[in-house]
């Protein structure tokens, strides 16, 4: 079975950067799309960054692109969001998951339905 831990969360004032991980262990076969997705109180669950472990094609929200970037290190087993230049809305509890469906919004792609989460790990941007 897939188990997923996100790690890197915490404080930072706006403008500030910060790296979550998600150590994966166990395993699939076959490719599949891997995500971050965060939840902010009172707001539904936004997909924000999506990449194919296959080829590492990637997606991302339009709140969020050119600012995050996502990654994976095959080696460690570890998925990877790099935030850069946090913005106050970009608070939300982030999670991980994998085996994640893609699914058509307007003119881009999103994660939906996933197989396997992590406990998420929480960010705060202050002003």
């Known amino acids: 079975q897939v188990q997923l831990v996100e790690s890197g969360g915490g404080s930072v004032q706006a403008e500030g950067s910060l790296r979550l991980s998600c150590a994966t262990s166990g395993y699939m076969f076959g490719r599949y799309w891997i995500a971050w997705l965060r939840q902010a109180p009172g707001k539904e669950r936004e997909g924000i960054a999506t990449i194919h472990t296959g080829g590492g094609l990637t997606f991302y929200a339009d709140s969020v692109k050119g600012r995050f970037t996502v990654s994976i290190n095959d080696a460690k087993n570890t998925l990877y969001l790099q935030m850069n230049s946090l913005k106050p809305e970009d608070t939300a509890m982030y999670y991980c998951?994998?085996?994640?469906?893609?699914?058509?919004?307007?003119?881009?792609?999103?994660?939906?339905?996933?197989?396997?989460w992590g406990q998420g790990t929480q960010v705060t941007v202050s002003s």
């Open positions: 998951a994998a085996d994640c469906e893609l699914l058509s919004s307007g003119g881009n792609w999103r994660p939906g339905a996933c197989n396997y």
